[in-house]
């Protein structure tokens, strides 16, 4: 990993269970989070860059 930077959108209440959805464009993932049971964003604007 090169760098790695995101934003907390929200909150996580106890008990709550999060779907992080990850999409490869090469280089870079774009990551996002969401509480499921809420279908609110937790974490937003992911971005892994590789090596």
Known sequence: ????????????????TLRTSIWDTGRRYLV???AVERDAPVLA???LTAR
């Not at 990993?1 to 709550?16: N, T």
């Open 1 to 16: 990993m090169a760098s790695w930077s995101a934003r907390f959108a929200g909150i996580v209440l106890p008990g709550e």
């Open 45 to 47: 604007d992911g971005v």
């Open 32 to 34: 996002n989070t969401v």
